[in-house]
């Protein structure tokens, strides 16, 4: 069964920093485009980043808010997609998910298409 688990969130004071974590068990990360996403209080679900798969040399996306202040990576030996975030705000607070989708490789699909495997979610709560 393709499940996402995401962990490492947690309450952060602005200008902090958070390392969230999405471990894959029952396949491979490597073969598909991860994406994490994001769920502020209130707000639609939106995109944050994502990683392509090896076919596609893991390229890395990032939307502007972000650019800069969050890197995605990912490590085959954990088979985890991980992402690193630095230089916290307080509008960066919500609910934090990896996605992917078994029939996408590149992160065009990911952010654009609608996704089959979600995990549950980690919270991020950045505070002033």
């Known amino acids: 069964q393709v499940q996402l688990v995401e962990s490492g969130g947690g309450l952060v004071q602005a200008g902090g920093s958070l390392r969230l974590s999405c471990a894959a068990p029952?396949?491979?990360?490597?073969?598909?485009?991860i994406g994490w996403f994001r769920q502020a209080p209130g707000k639609e679900r939106d995109w944050v980043s994502c990683?392509?798969?090896?076919?596609?040399?893991?390229?890395?996306y990032y939307r502007d808010s972000v650019k800069g202040r969050f890197t995605i990576s990912r490590d085959n030996a954990e088979n985890k997609v991980f992402l690193e975030m630095d230089n916290l705000k307080l509008e960066d607070t919500g609910v934090y998910y990896c996605?992917?989708?078994?029939?996408?490789?590149?992160?065009?699909?990911?952010?654009?298409?609608?996704?089959?495997?979600w995990g549950q979610g980690t919270l991020v709560t950045v505070s002033s």
């Open positions: 996605a992917t989708d078994v029939y996408y490789t590149d992160c065009a699909g990911v952010i654009t298409g609608i996704l089959d495997v």
């Open positions: 029952g396949f491979t990360v490597d073969d598909y485009a």
């Open positions: 990683i392509g798969s090896k076919s596609v040399h893991h390229s890395p």
